[in-house]
């Protein structure tokens, strides 16, 4: 019987060789996985499991564990041996590769999944979006910089480019103004994403930032749409906390596992993993995500929704229309009066909670040593089409006089 403790054991302590915060630190510590956004649970996780594995070698020593718990024990040991030998042979394997085969993924996709592509085939748009390996809506970009000045862009879809080929966003657009006045070893990198705002841009800052070491930091700032979605935005957060959101919360935990194992075996990955861009037909994301909202739309949302005439109705429903300017319509149909006037409590709200996003990326930059020039950019009605009078040529007036 003791030689059986003996052995059970060992097997739990070989574990425990693996299975501990240090261990941990060492296999993980140069990816992007060993980030603020995970690190904390997974310091915690492996203390806890080295915890429990000391605390039942104790009691398989003093004879406390019968003979069916110990056999679980063995099998559940052996399988965290058996992982963490194959995260050993992924080390092995990275160290035989050369440096320009060793791939990004332990960089999980700082914005984006790495290597995809999204086709927008709309009756308003037709391009393709494609993501870089460091996940990313760019070229490909070297973590080093070199003797380069480097430039990131964070922002919503302007930066992002929504509507036109990468070539014609703005960050491109800056690096060949740079070029082509002689400043060739400008870099200006596209940090943009669709849907964003000042809360999001400082949540990408924290990854991009330290891994890319720019000189300067730009955020385009689309003033009156970040101030909208930092109130909603707070609104949603504060609504969801008082109900479980199951599918919420499965997502999140399946999206922590893939990165988990993404960052254990990024080099048998590299090797075996299909090469080929994923594309993501964004119509026909748009049409299910929209088609599922309708026929979620409680009595005022339906009357909101069928005020709208056939033509448009049709084009949310056939996914040529964003499904989230049809969000905004249905939630928010005055966000834009509401936020084009500073006295208004919600704007005031919004401007506090700008202000200590803007605290916070000021600092990031600072601990990071880069500079940081925030862009107010142009909220025209319609951006791309002549605009003969402005929703604020009619409101600010009104604002005025009625103060």
Known sequence: MKSNNKIYSFFVAFALLFWNPISYFFIYGTTQFFSVRYNQFFIGFYSFVFLIGVLIICLIQKNKI???GKKIIFTVAFTGILFSALVLIDSIIGLTLKKEMVPVQKYEGLIFEPNSQARYHTIEFDYVANINSLGLRDREVNI???NRYRILCFGDS???GWGVDVENSWPRKLEQYFHENGFKNIEVINCGQGGQYTTTYKKYMLKVVPLLKPDLVLVGVLSLDDLAQLYENNFEISVSLLKTDLPAISKKVKRIIKAYLNASFVNILSITGDKTKKTVQIKSSWEASSNNMISGFNNLQKKRFYTLNDTVQ???RTGNLNV???????????????FNNPNNSAT???IKEMNKDIKDMKAICQENNCELVFINLPSADFTGHKVIRTANDILNPFFEKNN
Do not use: H, V, W
């Not at 300017?325 to 149909?333: A, N």
């Open 66 to 68: 019968n003979e069916k």
């Open 144 to 146: 080093e910089k070199g």
């Open 158 to 160: 302007f930066t992002f």
């Open 314 to 316: 049709n084009l949310f």
């Open 324 to 338: 989230g300017l049809l969000r905004y319509y249905i939630d928010f149909p005055d966000r834009t009066a509401i």
């Open 348 to 350: 005031k709200f919004s």
